[in-house]
């Protein structure tokens, strides 16, 4: 799950790195991995776009 989070928030052609805590070097290891995996497919971003969160939403975002 946590590689998914971390890929939903990269497909985003905003993002170009995300900030992920760790606890320890194995969890470290495992977030560094996601840049290396494929994007997201279409269906899965599909299924996590009413999870995403609008920054700012209430002046407009920016």
């Keep these: 799950m946590p590689e998914t989070a971390l890929g939903f928030a990269l ?3 905003a993002v ?13 290891a495992a977030n560094a991995a996601v840049s290396d995996m494929p994007p997201l497919d279409v269906k899965t971003l599909k299924a996590l776009q009413p999870h995403h969160w609008r920054r700012a939403f209430w002046y407009g975002g920016k």
Excluded: K, L, M
Aim: overall charge neutral.
């Design 16 to 28: 170009s790195t995300v900030i992920a805590g760790t606890r320890n070097s194995e969890q470290a």
């Design 11 to 13: 497909a985003h052609p």
